[in-house]
């Protein structure tokens, strides 16, 4: 069964740093999105992306935020100065986008977890 | 106030028990109300969704949804210890977006 991956599982930096967290979503979806959750705190949105461009996104994807679909399978989420209240576990998701249940059937990858010391 | 309220448990119950998993809410603009399952270190799996009020069935899993009361929930039947999980729900207004709005979570433990 066809799934979304993260990579790294785990990704450890130091503040200010720049970190890239990186996912494949599924082959023929056609929406992505990052969502973030901290821990003991609920999954919040970031960002969704259609037809390289951002389609929506939440108050928490200010400008240190960025992303990118590189190429034909990649999606990367762009962290540019990071702050010790990133730290928390970002997931990648995608769907199909077409009609309401494409739309609402986001599969989500298993997540990469983001330290900020 | 905020808007998705759930309980985060945790709920622990013997195996073959009836599960009742709830939410509110407090936006009433919200159309579509979803619940996700979590396992450790995983993402969230959708489970079903539902539009506006009403019951929907899918196998041990039933959702409802009570559009007066702004309260929603998930119910399971005979509950197996692999469905200790956390479970989410989730809402969006729809019309276009469908970005949820997650609850808390709430952690579920189905002992043998």
């Known amino acids: 069964e066809p799934e979304v991956t993260q990579t790294p599982s785990h990704q450890v930096t130091q503040m200010g740093q720049e970190v890239i967290l990186r996912c494949v979503p599924i082959?023929?979806?056609?929406?992505f999105y990052w969502y973030r959750q901290i821990l003991g705190q609920k999954v919040e949105f970031l960002v969704s992306f259609y037809n390289n461009e951002i389609s929506e996104k939440s108050e928490i994807f200010d400008d240190q935020f960025s992303v990118e679909r590189p190429d034909g399978s990649n999606f990367t989420l762009k962290i540019r100065s990071t702050k010790l209240e990133d730290s928390a576990m970002y997931f990648c998701a995608s769907s199909e986008g077409l009609g309401t249940s494409g739309a609402m059937e986001q599969y989500f990858g298993p997540g990469t977890r983001l330290t900020v010391t | 106030q905020k808007e998705v309220e759930q309980d985060p448990g945790p709920l622990s119950v013997p195996e073959g028990a009836i599960v009742s998993l709830n939410c509110t809410y407090s936006?009433?603009?919200?159309?579509?109300f979803m619940w996700y399952r979590q396992y450790s270190r995983k993402g969230p799996e959708l489970l079903m969704y539902?539009?506006?009020?009403g019951n929907k069935e899918d196998g041990r899993f039933t959702a409802q949804v009570d559009k007066s009361s702004k309260y929603i929930s998930l119910f399971i039947r005979d509950s197996q210890p692999s469905d200790s999980a956390t479970y989410l729900c989730a809402m969006s207004v729809g019309g276009g977006s469908y970005i949820p709005t997650f609850g808390r979570g709430t952690s579920l433990i189905v002992h043998p």
């Open positions: 082959s023929n979806h056609l929406y």
């Open positions: 936006n009433s603009a919200f159309q579509y």
């Open positions: 539902t539009y506006s009020s």
